[in-house]
């Protein structure tokens, strides 16, 4: 029975406290980039990429600015667990568009700082927008 409990201690440790103790480690902020060249120029992709953020979005974010059709900055609605802006910058770029977004995020709770970090990873939602954008311009062109 003393192995048992021994066993399930150290498993808790593991998958409790140690999330836990990580997470409290890393800073809270962290910045995130992803870019990638379109073969659209700046004015037809824009309508793309503002769609795309309405089709991902699930009410936790807003836009807070844009300046159609070079730029556009978002941010979460309502901060609670993680808060951050994400600036969209579209750039012509030999006769299409370099478009980079850049997220500034935060991550206020250690456990999730820690799942963000080493499970879902920091670029993963980046790279879900990238992916449903490209799909979106190929699917529409």
Known sequence: ??????????????????????????????????????????????????????RSNDGNYRIASQRPPSELVTEVAHPKFFGGTWTYTLTPENGGTHLTIVEHGEVYNPVFRFLSKFVFGQQGSLAGFFSSLDKAVTNRT
Not at 27 to 43: C, G, L, N, T
């Open 1 to 54: 029975m003393k192995i048992i409990l021994l066993a399930v201690a150290a498993l808790v440790v593991v998958v409790v406290l140690v999330p836990v103790i990580v997470g409290f480690m890393l800073p809270v902020a962290h910045v995130a980039s992803r870019e990638q060249h379109f073969d659209q120029s700046p004015e037809q992709l824009w309508p793309y990429v503002v769609a795309e953020f309405h």
